[in-house]
Nanobody
Framework: QVQLVESGGGLVQPGGSLRLSCAAS????????MGWYRQAPGKQRELVAG???????NYADSVKGRFTISRDNAKNTAYLQMNSLKPEDTAVYYC????????????WGQGTLVTVSS
């Protein structure tokens, strides 16, 4: 089994910053991809940023230039640095780890709430 634990959410004013962390543990392979998703009230879950095992990244257009995804492979941890936060960034943020080995494996964290409000 694989466990993902997110941390770092909270309340922040518009224009502020937060850093989310996602620690993976359990039966994790050497190479796997990770991603951050978010789900706002009444909306579908959407991809925010992804990073593969080689460090290549991709971002949703809405967060480009403001958010940065990174990972520390030695710690099996991914990070999401969020700057210039806007009220529309308010959502529950989820971490995802996935890989393929004979079949697709996909694991999710429990989510961490980010609220951007004055």
């Amino acid at each position: 089994q694989v466990q993902l634990v997110e941390s770092g959410g909270g309340l922040v004013q518009p224009g502020g910053s937060l850093r989310l962390s996602c620690a993976a543990s359990g039966s994790i392979p050497r190479f796997y991809d990770m991603g951050w998703y978010r789900q706002a009230p009444g909306k579908q879950r959407e991809l925010v940023a992804g990073i593969n095992s080689g460090g290549s990244t991709n971002y949703a257009d809405s967060v480009k230039g403001r958010f940065t995804i990174s990972r520390d492979n030695a710690k099996n941890t991914a990070y999401l640095q969020m700057n210039s936060l806007k009220p529309e960034d308010t959502a529950v943020y989820y971490c995802d780890a996935h890989w393929s080995w004979g079949r697709n494996y996909d694991y999710w964290g429990q989510g961490t709430l980010v609220t951007v409000s004055s």
